[in-house]
């Protein structure tokens, strides 16, 4: 087993006999990547194979993991070799990932009667949401499945926050807990916004990662919700959003959008293929990934 602590030449060593294993140049290599989505630069490979730089940063993390399948390695072959402190990278301050304000006030207001940081230590390496609808083409169930990287320190516990189509007095139910249990849960006065928090099942440290599945399910009395979306507040190697539709109750339309800093903006119709709609990104964040549908005419 490979040390994770182990020294920046390690990676490059382990890199150039993968290449040279291949039979493929580093050219050929690099146009892979960005066929995958992994926007990597030929200089960059080119440093990460000499020795000269280390990979460092949620993109970088995500082209040595398409590395690792596309070069026919064990997993963690490559990324085993990377110090944890250099796989961290620059990191940028996070930000709350609404736009409206009162969505942003209420969502500072809730982290902190949940007692909780607002993901000031940890950011997304992947999340993957798979939502199922009902026949009306309203939201039923979604099960996620998150990787997260600890950014500093001890991380024990992870907050998590709902925003409902309109104000209710129904909540939404955390299920099927892998990694971890539901410790507390908080519903804003305003009654749009709710809060839970995930105890760890083993604390994780800066550096290191975690997988954590749930599921949520909107309960009888919950606003019928057409969209599915995915708030980050730091940049986020990859987030994939699917959206499963009963047989012969596919919608009319369906649209995908991203809400920032500076407001929402329109990213245009989603891929929609049978009964499934799905949006992905890489390195996207922070911000507000998300899929809206209906019957009809779009919005």
């Known amino acids: 087993m490979v040390e994770p602590e182990g020294r920046p030449q390690d990676f490059a060593l382990a890199l150039r006999r993968a290449v040279a294993d291949s039979g493929l140049s580093l050219s050929a290599v690099h146009k892979r990547l960005l066929a995958h989505g992994n926007r990597v630069s ?30 026919g390695l064990d997993q963690g072959s490559l990324m085993d070799r990377i110090p944890p402190a250099a796989r961290l990278g620059t990191l940028a301050a996070p930000s709350v990932p609404f736009d409206e304000e009162r969505e942003r006030r209420e969502t500072e207001e809730t982290f902190a009667a949940l007692n909780a940081a607002p993901q000031l230590a940890i950011r997304d390496l992947s999340t993957h949401m798979t939502v199922f609808t009902r026949p009306d083409g ?31 007095d129904a909540m939404s139910e955390i299920l099927d807990v892998v990694g971890g249990r539901l410790d507390r849960a908080y519903q804003h006065p305003g009654r749009l916004l709710s809060g839970i928090v995930i105890a760890l099942d083993e604390p994780a440290a800066a550096g290191e990662t975690f997988t954590l599945l ?86």
């Open 138 to 168: 309203t939201v039923h169930r979604t099960e996620f499945q998150c990787v997260i990287q600890v950014t500093r320190g001890i991380v024990t516990e992870i907050p998590l926050i709902d925003v409902a189509p309109e104000e209710t």
């Open 42 to 71: 030929l200089t960059t490979l080119s440093y990460w194979r000499s020795g000269d730089r280390l990979p460092a940063g949620a993109a970088s993390l995500s082209a040595v993991e398409d590395l690792e399948r596309m070069l």
């Open 214 to 299: 749930f599921a949520e399910e909107l309960p009888p009395g919950y606003p019928p919700r057409r969209s599915a979306w995915h708030a980050t507040a730091r940049r986020a190697k990859e987030t994939v959003i699917r959206v499963i539709f009963p047989e012969g109750a596919e919608p009319d339309w369906c649209e995908e959008y991203v809400e920032t800093e500076s407001g929402e903006e329109y990213s245009g119709p989603a891929a929609l293929r049978g009964r499934i709609a799905h949006a992905v990104r890489h390195g996207f964040g922070p911000g507000l990934l998300g899929l809206r549908w209906g019957t009809g005419t779009a919005r």
